[in-house]
């Protein structure tokens, strides 16, 4: 131990600051997050200085657990509210990607202007998220927004209230997530796509290959590596995506996603809630641990190194 610490002290030294900075900003607070779980802290029961009140909080055991996934609708409707989340974070990863390599192929050619292209697609990334979120809510609005103006113009004489309490307004937040998240996706494939040997290409077509066919079989086994990257960090990101749907449609029912309810548990009501909202966060961590877990599991039976 000795001899292994006097060869490699250097870079134990270099990484000891990144430990400690991950330990007092991530793994604290997330320990004292799962301590929250197991006890009934609030408001009205924490430690309050200002006030000299000190904290009168107990230990519950798994009780915020049982009462969560129990489905009660005065904890959150757990299980509507995850199935709300599947939906969300499916559909705007699998258009993410979808349009994002439809795009990638197109800029991979050669064509006139293709740099101009490039730029203005990734612009959506590079504009802040809350500035987006702030112009498409304009744009969604009911009576003023470009939207509904567009649909009256063609004849839809009663357009949607997108942002209100219906159906439309997770549809609205959808549009706003996939047109935010496509440029990194068309960056990352299109990245995939310039290390794909050309030769493959020019082999297949003199064999006489369809374009779908090298689509196929070069295009998709090429890309495989980037897209089983880029796909589970879209929907961990997503999973977890918190500004746009608040910032465009606040606490709203139709939109309520599980970090989102954990926000409002946690800021809202007379009474904040620390200990529902910290069990919600694990409950969150937990999905996506055990969905990176089969996720990485199904990619080693496809022969990935991940």
């Given at each position: 131990?000795?001899?292994?610490?006097?060869?490699?002290?250097?870079?134990?030294?270099?990484?000891?600051?990144?430990?400690?900075?991950?330990?007092?900003l991530?793994?604290?607070?997330?320990?004292?997050?799962?301590?929250?779980?197991?006890?009934?802290?609030?408001?009205?029961?924490?430690?309050?200085?200002v006030?000299?009140?000190?904290?009168?909080?107990?230990?519950?055991?798994?009780?915020?657990?049982?009462?969560?996934?129990?489905?009660?609708?005065?904890?959150?409707?757990?299980?509507?509210?995850?199935?709300?989340?599947?939906?969300?974070?499916?559909?705007?990863?699998?258009?993410h990607?979808?349009?994002?390599?439809?795009?990638?192929?197109?800029?991979?050619?050669?064509?006139?202007?293709?740099?101009?292209?490039?730029?203005?697609?990734?612009?959506?990334?590079?504009?802040?998220?809350?500035?987006?979120?702030?112009?498409?809510?304009?744009?969604?609005?009911?009576?003023?927004?470009?939207?509904?103006?567009?649909?009256?113009?063609?004849?839809?004489?009663?357009?949607?209230?997108?942002?209100?309490?219906?159906?439309?307004?997770?549809?609205?937040?959808?549009?706003?997530?996939?047109?935010?998240?496509?440029?990194?996706?068309?960056?990352?494939?299109?990245?995939?796509?310039?290390?794909?040997?050309?030769?493959?290409?020019?082999?297949?077509?003199?064999?006489?290959?369809?374009?779908?066919?090298?689509?196929?079989?070069?295009?998709?086994?090429?890309?495989?590596?980037?897209?089983?990257?880029?796909?589970?960090?879209g929907?961990?990101?997503?999973?977890?995506?918190?500004?746009?749907?608040?910032?465009i449609?606040?606490p709203?029912?139709?939109?309520?996603?599980?970090?989102?309810?954990?926000?409002?548990?946690?800021?809202?009501?007379?009474?904040?809630?620390?200990?529902?909202?910290?069990?919600?966060?694990?409950?969150?961590?937990?999905?996506?641990?055990?969905?990176?877990?089969?996720?990485?599991?199904?990619?080693?039976?496809?022969?990935?190194?991940?």
């Open positions: 131990m000795r001899k292994f610490l006097d060869r490699h002290w250097y870079a134990y030294a270099m990484v000891l600051p990144v430990v400690v900075v991950i330990a007092v991530v793994l604290y607070p997330l320990a004292q997050g799962v301590f929250f779980t197991f006890t009934d802290i609030n408001e009205a029961n924490i430690a309050n200085p006030l000299d009140r000190a904290a009168t909080y107990v230990g519950v055991g798994l009780r915020n657990y049982l009462n969560v996934l129990s489905g009660d609708s005065s904890y959150g409707s757990f299980w509507s509210t995850l199935v709300r989340t599947l939906i969300w974070t499916f559909s705007c990863v699998f258009f990607y979808t349009i994002g390599l439809g795009l990638a192929l197109l800029l991979n050619r050669e064509v006139r202007g293709r740099a101009v292209y490039r730029v203005l697609l990734i612009l959506p990334w590079a504009v802040p998220a809350f500035i987006s979120a702030f112009t498409w809510k304009y744009m969604f609005n009911a009576q003023y927004g470009i939207i509904n103006q567009g649909l009256r113009a063609i004849g839809f004489d009663d357009p949607p209230v997108w942002l209100g309490q219906n159906d439309w307004a997770l549809v609205a937040v959808i549009v706003v997530n996939v047109w935010l998240g496509v440029p990194f996706m068309m960056v990352a494939l299109l990245g995939g796509l310039q290390a794909i040997p050309a030769d493959l290409y020019e082999a297949a077509e003199v064999d006489g290959a369809t374009p779908w066919q090298r689509f196929r079989h070069i295009t998709l086994p090429g890309l495989q590596s980037v897209s089983s990257t880029v796909v589970l960090l929907i961990i990101w997503t999973f977890n995506m918190f500004a746009i749907i608040y910032l449609t606040g709203n029912p139709n939109t309520r996603i599980l970090v989102t309810y954990a926000f409002e548990r946690f800021f809202s009501g007379a009474s904040r809630d620390y200990a529902i909202a910290s069990t919600y966060g694990v409950l969150i961590l937990s999905v996506l641990l055990v969905f990176a877990g089969v996720y990485r599991r199904a990619l080693r039976k496809q022969g990935e190194v991940w």
